[in-house]
């Protein structure tokens, strides 16, 4: 804090500004009317550890009620209602915010600039989401309850959801509008706002992997916005999109599904892939092995996303050849992954590591995800999936993805940033734990659910026949303690953030010896205001200090 203050008397000193400017303000009014991008980068990362929570207490009534066969806990409309509710809420309002509020906070400080480009904007698409999920919660108490017809609101199933039907469509396009203002946001500052010598390819992955994701948004957010509408239309307006009997298609809107839910589910993991990028090389004590192909994988992903849909269809009845060139398209994303993949494990080849808890979660990211991966190379070979789809197979296959994946890159993001955000280190020893038990209940609840799927258990049930009952027996007991183990998690954040439990030590500007970028020339607790004047970047991607900079400005 002393830092910041410092800071904020020299430039009021300098620029003749009142302190005001330079400060926030007190109280809830500060939270509410912010615009600042540290502000508001954490408000998103809060609503997102909300989101989780509550979505981690539906997966838990799932795995509950599937601790043995037979109806225990829920009756199966109810338990429909919390397998859709929870993917729902995972999705839009835990990853993806995540994500969002990691990109408020780093972005601006990775490229050198003091803000977003629209921090009005910016406010308007956080608030949008609280009000969002309120509606879409609170549909579990409206008659008919909340929207059981899955994630993928696929008609004329889900024509069937009761007085929820158009709150559900409402909430979908609040998170939709959120999506797109964050999106056009970061598109806009990248490109326009980056400080002086900070070319496009000095730019951190990061902020590349970022870029790419707010492409990606901004072209498929309006997609599922008119597949959305048209469900609406059909259901109160008399139209026929998706109805056979007035001369639509149900399976249209599965085309128009995946051609949004495709490209989805590399929104929730190409940032991931920035963050990844950024902590192997500072615990390896290594530059990024091929920085310039790592661009171009991220690049070559986001292409191929809007190719490959039709691959989650499979099953319903496409044409040979279309069966064929989807399963070829999907086979080739696993080209620019394995670059990836083997350009992370080149960064840590031969480099001096040390395994701090940001270390443990990326590394378990690289192994994990490539099992995710694995079985997302088998499910795009459309014989095979065939025998795959709607079983447990995919449940395990995607949970690989986003849990080891998304997950835990956000929680390695937190514990590598939050030294600079906060000032404060985090309980080293609190996070190995945390690490470890995340990482062995994550394999128990997930692996035995390959098992399941092979051996031809559906998803989205509430019950299920005896023989599969001790690997589900498994899969719940590793669900409950993933979930008790991320207190530890939330009490490492608290004691950052507010210095509980007396055992944290202040961190240095720099906090970790192989980190280099912008965002560690600045003191920690980073400045209110960061780089109003923005740095000269040298070749190396960190600040040119003395006279050069000074002259640059002139």
């Known amino acids: 804090m002393a830092h910041e203050h410092a800071h904020d008397d020299a430039h009021t000193h300098d620029h003749g500004h009142d302190d005001h400017a330079h400060g926030p303000d007190k109280g809830i009014m500060r939270w509410i009317k912010t615009t600042n991008h540290k502000d508001l980068g954490t408000l998103y990362l809060f609503f997102s550890f909300t989101m989780f929570f509550i979505g981690g207490l539906m997966s838990l009534v799932i795995r509950a009620e599937l601790f043995q066969p037979g109806l225990q806990f829920v009756d199966p409309e109810l338990f429909n209602q919390f397998t ?50 309120t509606m879409l919660l609170s549909t579990f108490f409206l008659p008919g309850g909340a929207p059981a017809g899955g994630w993928t609101i696929y008609p004329p199933l889900v024509l069937q959801t009761g007085n929820s039907f158009p709150i559900l469509i409402f909430a979908i396009h609040m998170m939709g509008i959120s999506s797109i203002t964050g999106a056009i946001n970061v598109v806009v500052t ?120 039709a691959h989650h269809m499979f099953t319903v009845g496409i044409p040979l050849a279309g069966e064929l060139f989807f399963m070829f398209s999907t086979m080739l994303i696993a080209v620019p992954t394995g670059v990836k993949v083997f350009n992370w494990i080149a960064t840590m080849w031969r480099g001096s590591l040390t395994y701090e808890t940001p270390m443990l979660f990326a590394i378990a990211f690289v192994f994990l995800f490539s099992i995710g991966g694995f079985s997302g190379l088998s499910l795009a070979l459309a014989p095979v999936d065939f025998q795959y789809h709607n079983t447990y197979f995919v449940v395990a296959h995607f949970h690989y993805v986003l849990v080891p994946g998304a997950v835990f890159s956000i929680i390695a993001a937190i514990y590598y940033w939050i030294p600079k955000w906060t000032g404060r280190m985090y309980n080293e020893t609190a996070g190995k734990w945390h690490f470890w038990l995340s990482a062995i209940f994550i394999n128990v609840t997930f692996f035995p659910q390959h098992f399941l799927g092979l051996a031809g258990m559906p998803r989205r049930i509430p019950d299920y026949a005896v023989q599969f009952t001790d690997f589900n027996m498994v899969s719940t007991v590793g669900a409950f303690g993933f979930f008790i183990a991320q207190f530890i998690f939330i009490g490492n954040v608290l004691a950052c953030c507010y210095g509980w439990f007396g055992r944290t030590r202040n961190a240095t500007a720099q906090v970790w010896e192989g980190a280099t970028g912008l965002e560690w020339s600045v003191p920690s607790p980073a400045p209110y205001h960061t780089f109003e004047d923005p740095p000269l970047v040298g070749d190396d991607g960190m600040p040119v200090h003395g006279n050069a900079a000074a002259a640059h400005a002139h």
């Open 190 to 309: 990248i490109l326009n706002m980056r400080a002086p010598g900070m070319t496009l390819l000095k730019m951190p992955l990061f902020v590349w992997t970022w870029l790419i994701t707010a492409y990606l948004l901004i072209a498929v957010m309006p997609v599922l916005a008119g597949a959305v509408t048209m469900l609406l239309t059909d259901k109160y307006f008399g139209t026929s999109f998706f109805n056979a009997a007035g001369g639509g298609d149900p399976v249209m809107f599965e085309h128009i599904f995946w051609f949004f839910g495709h490209p989805e589910v590399y929104i929730m993991i190409l940032p991931a892939f920035g963050i990844v990028s950024s902590i192997i090389p500072t615990f390896a004590r290594k530059p990024l092995f091929g920085y310039a192909s790592m661009v171009y994988a991220v690049a070559s992903i986001a292409f191929l996303s809007f190719i490959v849909w």
């Open 84 to 133: 859709t509710m929870h993917a729902l809420v995972m999705i839009f309002g835990g990853v993806m915010p995540g994500f969002v509020g990691l990109a408020n906070w780093m972005v601006p400080m990775m490229i050198g600039c003091s803000d977003l480009a629209l921090p009005r904007v910016n406010n308007w698409g956080f608030w949008l989401l609280p009000f969002a999920f």
